[in-house]
């Protein structure tokens, strides 16, 4: 089972980006132990990350061929890419939509998602637990597909 992970803009700054919100874990060693996590559970992790919205888009329409599932954290794309929601749509790649923080407890504009319609559900607040918690939906739904 292959899984695209998708981070979107400023995630390449975790670890120094705001930390009281969005913890001191950078990226790298977020997609490191995701991908340990992932083999344990036998699923192939492939991480990206990109501040680009077009590049986002692309490599959703790439899953199609590649991957079996997708775990996007668009950061502000979320709350009004509807490129990126349109993009979830145009594929048969079941997306799950991830933030680190608690949307919903924070600035107005960040309650809303666009992309929630155009996913499985949605995974918040967690810290980098977010993440891992769409890896075991992902592991669950395999589970119950075999
Ligand atoms: C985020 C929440 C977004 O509102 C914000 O713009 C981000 C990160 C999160 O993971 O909590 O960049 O998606």
């Not at 599932?69 to 929601?85: C, D, F, Q, R, V």
């Not at 996913?119 to 607040?125: E, K």
């Amino acid at each position: 089972i292959e899984v695209l992970v998708l981070h979107g803009p400023n995630l390449n700054m975790l670890g120094k980006r705001e930390p009281g919100i969005y913890g001191r874990m950078t990226l790298e060693e977020m997609n490191a132990r995701l991908k340990e996590v992932g083999k344990m559970w036998g699923l192939k992790v492939h991480a990206f990350q990109s501040n680009s919205e077009g590049e986002i888009v692309e490599y959703i329409h790439q899953a199609d061929e590649r991957y079996d599932y997708i775990l996007l954290n668009a950061g502000a794309y979320t709350h009004y890419s509807y490129a990126i929601h349109d993009a979830l749509r145009a594929v048969d790649v079941p997306a799950i939509e991830i933030h680190l923080s608690n949307i919903h407890a924070r600035e107005p504009f960040r309650r809303m998602s666009v992309l929630a319609p155009a996913v499985i559900g949605q995974i918040a607040g967690f810290g980098y637990d977010s993440y891992e918690l769409g890896l075991y939906a992902i592991k669950k739904a395999v589970e119950r597909k075999v």
